[in-house]
DNA sequence: TTGTACGCGTTATCAA
DNA sequence: TTGATAACGCGTACAA
């Protein structure tokens, strides 16, 4: 690899006239400058990231963590979360904990280690224990997705618990009223407040939740699945699910076809968050959908904007909950 | 961020004992290994990744270059990657072409001047002056999903042509003879080869392919529910349609669904690769599937084992066409 | 067994 | 306007 030491000798100059004229930091002569350019081009010059990254203690990567890199959702951050990064100058280091806070806990060790300026999180991990460990890292971090309460730094995710309630009501109105719920990991932020949403527009409807309908997981398609399996051999089957997220969506729903039940005749299936090509899943599930986009703007905005400005104590930690979107499909019968 | 001479003024020794007590790289009395890791442990101590780094000339990244982050197939082979490039002590760098070779040109020269370890690459460009860019790169290479003729570097795919065949014989078996074919760009190895495949298989039934049933563009949904529309605008309306890729295949059935066309009464779709819940998908798409996981297996095992060994001139290119798997769906009419 | 000094490539400070 | 030099943190050859 060639070094600024290397431009130097062919332009015939010292090195920190070479600095100078590369970053333009300090006063050259207009024929030095062209020199530097020129040799700088000629032998194909690039400054080593990790020699500026010794002399300001610092890289030139964030990091972006997920709980499952194949759900489209991280696919659908990534990319705008990438590009925003590459047109900003930074790269963008990938870990997924899958859902594992031990997982989780490793990478950010790693990538603390590797000083990388920024955090984007999707946090996995639960208890005040975490929430320090959070508030240690020393560079910014953003938190999207799931909320950890009580933790100083940014969040952009989606009103969870006004997505479980919304579909809830939807169900309500058509006449359901033993509604199955498959949530994610209970302790999740995202998981509470949706099984919260539903459970409030069950009481609001005069309905206690009952529990026997009430099943968990990480979120993923397969442990809906088997959930799905399990609620449907209870003894008080419902006469809908809600899933609490995309893929347990069609995980659920799946597993009502896979049993033979109908659906929407037997078993209506709802679900948060959308996947892509939905509108080829049959029966078109009815859900609500993320701003997914806006949230990934939002989140990388937000991490450049701390990264920027260096660490800020002052300002207090931001926090939006965008509003999800109804999406009618034809997954849900109508009882009355 | 605490350096090696904090520890050493904690432990109360001299940097080099520490860096040898740390590293094992030389004799060291237990005591003093002891105190040594004590106080690391004590101070939270972590080697700093840039000045190894500028020490050994060379990172700990290394890159994952797709043309499409959001389709399922990049998703499941980062996921692998990952995983055993993070056991193996590296981080991964996302870099997304977009299916666009001046970004894909962009991201090489930033991950190159970012002195990452190794690059696994799926590529998008073409022709001589593209190779050659490639070669000139200066760590390990493996590329995967597609081949780049002349390259010497690793590659790991499927068999394309194969995937083709396949599929258009099935179709011919079922009597079709007029089968449209929604390819990916051309001058893309895979997107050659599948419709080569498609050809030969015709060919082999004594069929010209006609050129009005053949339309191409990048992999991805969008651009084939498009290529669609206009095929089936077209005067010699084929009856069953192969779609080149996943996303392609979905975009192709929307496509044809929205038109008014039941598939597979009207026209039957087929597709190569496979997408999660793909059993959801009314009707199911027959389709051939890639073994994904093995092909990232190999891909990142292949890279790993260049970065151990240095750069060995003397080792060939290897190159492994894995073979496709076909599943048979429910989106074809039997014509005879 | 331990401490000192140097170099990796870059930039900033200071002197010429 | 330019050039020499120190410093970032680590690892190691060499000296004690």
Same mark, same amino acid.
Request: net charge neutral; aromatic share 6%.
């Given at each position: 690899?060639?070094?600024?030491?290397?431009?130097?000798?062919?332009?015939?100059?010292?090195?920190?006239?070479?600095?100078?004229?590369?970053?333009?930091?300090?006063?050259?002569?207009?024929?030095?400058?062209?020199?530097?350019?020129?040799?700088? &081009?000629?032998? /194909?010059?690039?400054?080593?990231? =990790?020699?500026?990254?010794? *002399?300001?203690?610092?890289?030139? @990567?964030?990091?972006?963590?997920?709980?499952?890199?194949?759900?489209?959702?991280?696919?659908?951050?990534?990319?705008?979360?990438?590009? $925003?990064?590459?047109?900003?100058?930074?790269?963008?280091?990938?870990?997924?904990? !899958?859902?594992?806070?031990?997982?989780?806990?490793?990478?950010?060790?790693?990538?603390?280690?590797? *000083?990388?300026?920024?955090?984007?999180?999707?946090?996995?991990?639960?208890?005040?224990?975490?929430?320090?460990?959070?508030? *240690?890292? &020393?560079?910014?971090?953003?938190?999207? !997705?799931?909320?950890?309460?009580?933790?100083?730094? !940014?969040?952009?995710?989606?009103?969870?618990?006004? %997505?479980?309630?919304?579909?809830?009501?939807?169900?309500?109105?058509?006449? @359901?009223?033993?509604?199955?719920?498959?949530?994610?990991?209970?302790?999740?932020?995202?998981?509470?407040? *949706?099984?919260?949403?539903?459970?409030?527009?069950?009481? &609001?409807?005069?309905?206690?939740?009952?529990?026997?309908?009430?099943?968990? %997981?990480?979120?993923?398609?397969?442990?809906?699945?088997?959930?799905?399996?399990?609620?449907?051999?209870? +003894?008080?089957?419902?006469?809908?699910?809600?899933?609490?997220?995309?893929? =347990?969506?069609?995980?659920?729903?799946?597993?009502?076809?896979?049993?033979?039940?109908?659906?929407?005749?037997?078993?209506?299936?709802?679900?948060?968050?959308?996947?892509?090509? +939905?509108?080829?899943?049959?029966?078109?599930?009815?859900?609500?959908?993320?701003?997914?986009?806006?949230?990934?703007?939002?989140?990388?905005?937000?991490?450049?904007? @701390?990264?920027?400005?260096?660490? !800020?104590?002052? =300002?207090?930690?931001?926090?939006?909950?965008?509003?999800?979107?109804?999406?009618? /499909?034809?997954? $849900?019968?109508?009882?009355?």
């Amino acid at each position: 690899m060639k070094t600024i030491r290397d431009v130097a000798e062919t332009a015939g100059v010292s090195i920190s006239t070479v600095s100078i004229a590369l970053r333009g930091s300090g006063p050259v002569s207009e024929e030095t400058r062209r020199k530097v350019l020129a040799a700088a &081009a000629a032998i /194909g010059y690039v400054p080593n990231p =990790m020699a500026r990254g010794l *002399r300001f203690g610092g890289s030139s @990567h964030l990091a972006f963590i997920t709980g499952d890199l194949t759900n489209s959702f991280a696919g659908a951050v990534l990319r705008v979360v990438e590009r $925003c990064a590459a047109e900003a100058g930074y790269t963008v280091i990938v870990a997924n904990s !899958d859902g594992n806070p031990a997982r989780e806990a490793a990478a950010l060790d790693v990538l603390e280690a590797q *000083r990388v300026a920024g955090i984007l999180l999707n946090p996995v991990g639960q208890g005040p224990g975490y929430r320090d460990r959070l508030d *240690r890292i &020393a560079c910014p971090v953003v938190t999207y !997705d799931q909320y950890v309460a009580g933790l100083g730094r !940014d969040f952009v995710g989606v009103d969870s618990e006004q %997505a479980g309630r919304v579909l809830t009501e939807y169900l309500l109105r058509l006449g @359901h009223r033993r509604i199955g719920f498959i949530g994610g990991s209970p302790g999740l932020w995202s998981a509470d407040m *949706r099984l919260q949403g539903y459970t409030k527009a069950l009481a &609001a409807a005069g309905i206690t939740a009952d529990p026997a309908l009430i099943v968990a %997981a990480y979120y993923r398609g397969a442990e809906a699945y088997q959930r799905t399996v399990t609620l449907l051999a209870g +003894s008080t089957r419902p006469t809908a699910i809600l899933a609490a997220n995309n893929v =347990m969506a069609l995980g659920a729903l799946q597993a009502v076809l896979d049993l033979g039940y109908r659906c929407p005749a037997d078993i209506s299936v709802v679900g948060i968050d959308d996947v892509p090509w +939905s509108g080829l899943v049959k029966p078109r599930l009815t859900i609500v959908a993320q701003p997914i986009e806006e949230l990934a703007q939002v989140a990388i905005e937000w991490l450049l904007e @701390h990264m920027a400005q260096g660490a !800020d104590p002052a =300002m207090p930690a931001r926090r939006l909950e965008l509003p999800p979107r109804f999406v009618m /499909g034809e997954s $849900c019968a109508d009882l009355r």
